[in-house]
């Protein structure tokens, strides 16, 4: 059964950092891609980040390079997305994900709050 589990979120001033971490299980996680997308409330889930299988190659949003890393460790079934300079925009539900095919596998969601 495929699981990813996302960690790591919660109330950050603007300005700070956050960690999120997706641990994965069900599936050989070395083989895939793996991305994160967030949603804000009222808005469309965008996409925020991607990492290859191997991890040797990255891809962000515009609006977040610079300021989020996103890194895995197969050796511990986990992706992480170092989030930095955040912003009161940067406030929704960050999730990881990876496809199969046609088929998309969703984790539950993070939430993240930036606010003074």
């Known amino acids: 059964q495929v699981q990813l589990v996302e960690s790591g979120g919660g109330l950050v001033h603007p300005g700070g950092s956050l960690r999120l971490s997706c641990a994965a299980s069900g599936f050989t996680f070395r083989r895939y891609a793996m991305s994160w997308s967030r949603q804000a409330p009222g808005k469309e889930r965008e996409y925020v980040a991607g990492?290859?299988?191997?991890?040797?190659?990255?891809n962000y949003a515009d609006s977040m390079k610079g300021r989020f890393t996103i890194s895995r460790d197969n050796a511990k079934n986990t992706v992480y997305l170092q989030m930095s300079s955040l912003k009161p925009e940067d406030t929704a539900v960050y999730y990881c994900?990876?496809?199969?095919?046609?088929?998309?596998?969703w984790g539950q969601g993070t939430q993240v709050t930036v606010s003074s």
């Open positions: 994900y990876f496809n199969i095919g046609s088929l998309t596998y």
């Open positions: 990492i290859t299988a191997a991890g040797g190659s990255t």
